[in-house]
T-cell receptor, first 111, second 113 residues
């Protein structure tokens, strides 16, 4: 099945540093979404970027989309310990009717 | 006033048993989903329901059956449970299938012993 693939699988940084996660996908999309999952909890939607958009901001989050390279990146600026979680990209594939998730990046932010 | 709620949160059962997980959303969404998350945190779509009709059924065993009594509910029935069914199952909903953000329940951790 078509999936997003996040990179890196795990990322460990200090509070105040920036965290960058990447997502690659295989086929054309309508939109790409990023979700956060805290340990033992459900997924929470962070941001959605449409295929005709190149960059989007939400608070400390910045998402870019490069449809020619079939990739997206999520930047979290000035990270906090509370940002510790797994981050997933999800693609809305053209012609499909559901979101397909990648395997996620585990982010650890140390105080 | 939880948006998407699923019960139970934990379910421990023996092999061969039949169990159900319930899901309800109060967001007025048209589409509901069931996802399975394995021990490596990989999320796999199992079912997607739009206006009470199954629109995607991934290659899951027919021991799994979704049942939607109305637009706000999508329950998951599992027959003849196997060890490999142990996972966390998430219910989710969205207003337009795949086109907008999805809201997730807190998950049901199923352990088959």
């Amino acid at each position: 099945s078509q999936q997003g693939e996040e990179d890196p699988q795990a990322l460990s940084i200090q509070e105040g540093e920036n965290a960058t996660m990447n997502c690659s996908y295989k086929t054309s999309i309508n939109n790409l979404q990023w979700y956060r999952q805290n340990s033992g909890r459900g997924l929470v939607h962070l941001i959605l970027i449409r295929s005709n958009e190149r960059e989007k901001h939400s608070g400390r989050l910045r998402v870019t989309l490069d449809t020619s390279k079939k990739s997206s990146s999520l930047l979290i600026t000035a990270s906090r310990a509370a940002d510790t979680a797994s981050y997933f990209c999800a693609t809305d594939l053209s012609g499909y009717s559901t979101l397909t998730f990648g395997k996620g990046t585990m982010l650890l932010v140390s105080p | 006033d939880t948006a998407v709620s699923q019960t139970p949160k934990y379910l421990v059962t023996q092999m061969g048993n039949d169990k159900s997980i319930k899901c309800e959303q109060n967001l007025g969404h048209d589409t509901m989903y069931w996802y399975k998350q394995d021990s490596k945190k990989f999320l796999k779509i199992m079912f997607s329901y739009n206006n009470k009709e199954l629109i995607i059924n991934e290659t899951v065993p027919n021991r799994f059956s979704p049942k939607s009594p109305d637009k706000a509910h999508l329950n998951l029935h599992i027959n003849s449970l196997e060890l490999g069914d142990s996972a966390v199952y998430f219910c989710a909903s969205s207003s337009r299938t795949g086109r907008t953000e999805a809201f997730f329940g807190q998950g049901t951790r199923l352990t088959v012993v």
